[in-house]
């Protein structure tokens, strides 16, 4: 029972990690990002969009798949028409994810403008001993 339970967590985490690398590189494109922020204006066709971003309609159907594969874009098909809107991803485990990490960096540079401070401290202490 032990082997089973680990093999599942190892499984989440692969699922996880594969989540926050979809996420983060459909993310890393500014094309991607101001399709997300017109999406959460209102729906807008591909055909739309890429005008919108001056782009061809197979530019902008590879961006938005990318979205879509990250679970922050659906799309549907009604006629001819490919119409684009919000996922429901809410991307509450990203932000977790940036959290922990930020509060991580924050506690190091702490740390180091601590040992700044102790060596300025010493060095001070140093020069008025040399003085005397």
């Known amino acids: 029972?032990?082997?089973?339970?680990?093999?599942?967590?190892?499984?989440h985490m692969v699922h996880f990690q594969a989540r926050l690398d979809a996420t983060f590189a459909a993310l890393s494109d500014v094309t991607r990002r101001g399709v997300?922020?017109?999406?959460?204006?209102?729906?807008?066709?591909?055909?739309?969009?890429?005008?919108?971003?001056?782009?061809?309609?197979?530019?902008?159907?590879?961006?938005?798949?990318?979205?879509?594969q990250a679970g922050l874009v659906i799309t549907e098909k009604v006629g001819r028409v490919r119409t684009c809107r919000l996922g429901l991803r809410r991307l509450e485990e990203e932000a977790a994810w940036i959290e922990r990490h930020r509060q991580l960096w924050n506690a190091r540079f702490d740390a180091l403008d601590e040992l700044?401070?102790?060596?300025?401290?010493?060095?001070?202490?140093?020069?008025?001993?040399?003085r005397k």
Not at 45 to 60: E, K, V
Not at 116 to 130: F, G, T
């Open 36 to 68: 997300l922020e017109q999406l959460g204006g209102s729906d807008a066709s591909i055909s739309d969009l890429a005008q919108r971003f001056h782009m061809t309609l197979t530019g902008m159907k590879k961006h938005v798949s990318v979205l879509e």
């Open 1 to 11: 029972m032990q082997i089973i339970h680990a093999r599942l967590t190892v499984n």
């Open 116 to 130: 700044v401070e102790q060596l300025k401290s010493k060095e001070r202490a140093d020069a008025q001993r040399k």
